[in-house]
């Protein structure tokens, strides 16, 4: 959340990377489901142990 520094919103999921490339959660669904505020912005980043990490160049805001 880059309107307000002092506060750091994070939420993790664990999901499973398919072999196309496909991120998943642990049932399979391509459907990943947060809990957000929708009028904040959020930078998005996902990390992996064998892959390298990746970030949202600017904040986005997510829809329900």
Do not use: W
Not at 17 to 32: F, M, Q, R, Y
Not at 35 to 53: A, G, K, M
Not at 54 to 60: E, N
């Amino acid at each position: 959340n880059r309107t307000s520094p002092a506060t750091k919103i994070k939420t993790e999921q664990a999901v499973l990377l398919t072999k196309d490339g496909t991120i998943v959660n642990t049932e399979g669904s391509s459907i990943l489901m947060f809990q957000v505020t929708p009028t904040i912005p959020y930078d998005i980043r996902i990390e992996s142990r064998n892959h390298l990490s990746i970030q949202t160049k600017s904040p986005v805001l997510l829809a329900n």
